[in-house]
């Protein structure tokens, strides 16, 4: 059963730690394995930890064409209309570079350039994930990256159809059956194979999240991805069926820490949702994984007013924030944390991961504090440039060598003064 509290028994969340020792030295030592023996020790780890033994780690691009036969002319056409939204709503985010004069003989400016390669990491698992396909890589294509990798975990019985269908239609350009800290090790450092990329985006579990945390710097990466989380909140009009549907949505990601919280000020709201949610559970497949998200990691908070609730809300700093409120609008500026917002009784969070357009990549455990959902300028980097003229550097040149001075970098301050003083 899910816990129910008070507000005044809440608890603010702590700073989510790092991954375990065992972890972070098995990660290390498979990374370093991949840099010494590349492809020999990807196909390793990929006997070991997947009980395969693939021929060529890459997949043919008849087999994305074929995939898009094999899902059938339905799926096929739901992929193409959530493409088309995903697409919409990213080349809204799309950037210009700027230049301008400030003085006479002064131009500055900033570019933004595309990334060359990126890789993106598409989990394997107890579910597949063609939806994290069309939001990792659409936004790589809009932004002008040169070229699209992708790895996912192989299987015995080959990647999953949709999910090779989704990234014919995203524009990924080579797919990679490679999976968890190798896949990782061979996108940061290269292999015989498998080329190296300048970024890696996409989740995965604790191994492939450790991973990316270990190769940042060799590589770029979008964000250390934990458990789903979803937080709800209502009053006294919320829908009890349709609330516990919500949450559930979520707790059936996995029980090692998804969660899904509801912040209401109505009591018998609260107990009504607790109901539902352990009469659903014995709706749905997934009911083991869910439930032990529910009563491990999911809680309701009884609030004293909304104002608290959004209190609450802005300190968890959900990944999603379902506001389940008449005029859900007036309440979005009480918004200051959230990884992706969702707004009134007939939006549920699932739209957001499927279909609607913005991205699903989120940032989790409390990140959304101070990072963003994945989006076009994570593919992209801005290069400035300078131009001074001769007579504008004599204007201020003084004031350049004066600053450097000051610093204690005589050098610095040369570099200028042979200029002005000639």
Same mark, same amino acid.
């Given at each position: 059963?899910?816990?129910?509290?008070?507000?005044?028994?809440?608890?603010?969340?702590?700073?989510?730690?790092?991954? *375990?020792?065992?972890?972070?030295?098995?990660?290390?030592?498979?990374?370093?394995?991949?840099?010494?023996?590349?492809?020999?020790?990807?196909?390793? !780890?990929?006997?070991?930890?997947?009980?395969? *033994?693939?021929?060529?780690?890459?997949?043919?691009?008849?087999?994305?064409?074929?995939?898009?036969?094999?899902?059938?002319?339905?799926?096929?056409?739901? +992929?193409?209309?959530?493409?088309?939204?995903?697409?919409?709503?990213?080349?809204?985010?799309?950037?210009?570079?700027?230049?301008?004069?400030?003085?006479?003989?002064?131009?500055?400016?900033?570019?933004?350039?595309?990334?060359?390669?990126?890789?993106? !990491?598409?989990?394997?698992?107890?579910?597949?994930?063609?939806?994290?396909?069309?939001?990792?890589?659409?936004?790589?294509?809009?932004?002008?990256?040169?070229?699209?990798?992708?790895?996912?975990? =192989?299987?015995?019985?080959?990647?999953?159809?949709?999910? +090779?269908?989704?990234?014919?239609?995203?524009?990924?350009?080579?797919?990679?059956?490679?999976?968890?800290?190798?896949?990782?090790?061979?996108?940061?450092?290269?292999?015989?194979?498998?080329?190296?990329?300048?970024?890696?985006?996409?989740?995965?579990?604790?191994?492939?999240?450790?991973?990316?945390?270990?190769?940042?710097?060799?590589?770029?990466?979008?964000?250390?991805?934990?458990?789903?989380?979803?937080?709800?909140?209502?009053?006294?009009?919320?829908?009890?069926?349709?609330?516990?549907?919500?949450? +559930?949505?979520?707790?059936?990601?996995?029980?090692?820490?998804?969660? &899904?919280?509801?912040?209401?000020?109505?009591?018998?709201?609260?107990?009504?949702?607790? &109901?539902?949610?352990?009469?659903?559970?014995?709706?749905?497949?997934?009911?083991?994984?869910?439930?032990?998200?529910?009563?491990?990691?999911?809680?309701?908070?009884?609030?004293?007013?909304?104002?608290?609730?959004?209190?609450?809300?802005?300190?968890?700093?959900?990944?999603?924030?379902?506001?389940?409120?008449?005029? =859900?609008?007036?309440?979005?500026?009480?918004?200051?944390?959230?990884?992706?917002?969702? +707004?009134?009784?007939?939006?549920?969070?699932?739209?957001?991961?499927?279909?609607?357009?913005?991205?699903?990549?989120?940032?989790?455990?409390?990140?959304?504090?101070?990072?963003?959902?994945?989006?076009?300028?994570?593919?992209?980097?801005?290069?400035?440039?300078?131009? !001074?003229?001769?007579?504008?550097?004599?204007?201020?040149?003084?004031?350049?060598?004066?600053?450097?001075?000051?610093?204690?970098?005589?050098?610095?301050?040369?570099?200028?003064?042979?200029?002005?003083?000639?």
């Amino acid at each position: 059963m899910i816990k129910i509290i008070k507000s005044n028994e809440y608890n603010p969340p702590t700073t989510q730690g790092p991954s *375990s020792t065992k972890i972070a030295d098995s990660v290390r030592a498979i990374i370093a394995d991949v840099v010494a023996r590349g492809d020999t020790a990807v196909l390793e !780890y990929t006997q070991q930890h997947d009980g395969c *033994s693939p021929e060529s780690f890459e997949v043919p691009a008849s087999a994305l064409d074929a995939a898009l036969t094999q899902i059938g002319a339905e799926f096929a056409g739901v +992929l193409q209309r959530a493409a088309g939204n995903i697409e919409a709503f990213h080349r809204r985010q799309v950037r210009e570079g700027f230049v301008f004069t400030p003085s006479d003989g002064v131009v500055l400016g900033q570019r933004i350039l595309p990334l060359h390669r990126v890789g993106i !990491y598409i989990p394997g698992g107890t579910a597949p994930y063609p939806s994290t396909v069309l939001m990792n890589a659409i936004p790589a294509k809009i932004a002008g990256v040169g070229e699209i990798i992708m790895v996912t975990p =192989p299987s015995k019985d080959g990647v999953n159809p949709a999910v +090779l269908a989704a990234a014919k239609i995203a524009g990924v350009d080579r797919v990679f059956t490679v999976g968890g800290a190798q896949a990782i090790a061979a996108l940061a450092y290269g292999t015989e194979s498998i080329p190296r990329v300048d970024k890696i985006t996409g989740p995965g579990n604790e191994f492939v999240a450790e991973a990316k945390r270990q190769v940042f710097g060799v590589v770029g990466i979008d964000m250390i991805a934990g458990p789903s989380d979803i937080l709800i909140i209502a009053d006294t009009n919320g829908d009890p069926v349709l609330i516990a549907a919500d949450m +559930l949505s979520q707790c059936e990601h996995g029980g090692d820490g998804a969660a &899904a919280v509801l912040v209401t000020t109505c009591e018998n709201l609260a107990r009504s949702v607790a &109901a539902e949610i352990e009469r659903q559970l014995g709706e749905i497949p997934r009911e083991a994984i869910a439930r032990q998200a529910v009563e491990n990691h999911s809680k309701i908070i009884i609030a004293e007013t909304l104002d608290e609730a959004f209190d609450i809300s802005n300190d968890l700093a959900p990944e999603h924030l379902e506001i389940f409120l008449d005029e =859900p609008f007036e309440y979005l500026g009480r918004v200051t944390n959230a990884g992706s917002v969702f +707004l009134g009784r007939n939006t549920p969070e699932p739209l957001g991961d499927y279909y609607a357009g913005p991205n699903h990549t989120l940032p989790t455990s409390g990140t959304a504090r101070f990072s963003s959902g994945l989006g076009v300028e994570d593919f992209t980097k801005r290069s400035t440039f300078t131009y !001074y003229s001769e007579d504008a550097l004599r204007k201020i040149g003084d004031d350049v060598v004066k600053f450097a001075q000051k610093e204690g970098f005589d050098a610095h301050a040369r570099a200028v003064s042979r200029r002005t003083e000639r």
